[in-house]
């Protein structure tokens, strides 16, 4: 078991350009959270997912924002139209239902030029 | 809104001393808190858990202690080791199981 895989580790946009981030959770877990961390600073909650559902997305911004876990594949959050204070690393957490372990991966780290 | 809060940002600690890491949270619900040490460049790895009906809990090394009268929660780190220093960081859980996490306290091991 090869964790939660997070990719790419490091990107770079120039402003106005799409981010597509990806997060592979553990087997079974299907639970995903998405957070965000600047520099120096704590993590953000941004949204929750089970398979293809939305749970919570109060920490989402109301535009350019989005994300999506579908049945197949990984957990992508997407950010259109990126400005320079998108930049920040932004790590998933994943947890089996009913379970509390949550385990991060190495999160990405989006630069935005 | 509700947060939670860290007393101290920076601690610096001599290599095999004992060091207290606090944390102040605010919203009396949470019923699940979690410490976490976060390395530069990586995520956050897990170090040890309490629930709220708990207020004591002993790991390797680290135990935490949690004063739900107050409010505080702790992170006791003994022997201090170099691979020790890094950024620590309280969490807890709400409602539909998202974390909130604190702001962080950067422990500096001095050999």
């Known amino acids: 078991n090869a964790g939660v895989m997070q990719n790419p580790r490091h990107l770079v946009r120039r402003r106005g350009q799409e981010a597509r981030l990806r997060c592979s959770p553990m087997k079974g877990h299907s639970h995903v959270y998405w957070y965000r961390q600047l520099p120096e600073e704590g993590l953000k909650f941004m949204v929750y997912l089970q398979k293809e559902n939305i749970i919570d997305e109060s920490g989402m911004p109301k535009e350019r924002f989005s994300a999506e876990f579908p049945k197949e594949g990984p957990s992508i959050l997407r950010i259109q139209q990126v400005v320079r204070g998108d930049s920040a690393a932004y790590f998933c957490?994943?947890?089996?239902?009913?379970?509390?372990?949550?385990?991060f991966g190495s999160g990405t780290r989006l630069t935005v030029v | 809104g509700e947060s939670v809060g860290l007393h101290l940002p920076t601690l610096s600690v001599q290599e095999g001393d004992n060091s207290i890491i606090n944390c102040a949270y605010s919203n009396s619900a949470s019923d699940y808190f979690i410490w976490y040490k976060q390395e530069s460049g990586k995520g956050p790895q897990f170090i040890i858990d309490i629930r709220s009906n708990m207020d004591k809990r002993q790991g390797q090394r680290v135990t935490v202690l949690l004063n739900k009268t107050v409010k505080h929660l702790s992170l006791q780190i003994a022997a201090t080791q170099p691979g020790d220093s890094a950024v620590y960081f309280c969490a807890e859980k709400e409602g539909n199981e998202k974390l909130t996490f604190g702001t962080g306290t950067r422990l500096t091991i001095i050999p």
């Open positions: 957490a994943t947890k089996r239902a009913g379970e509390s372990g949550y385990t």
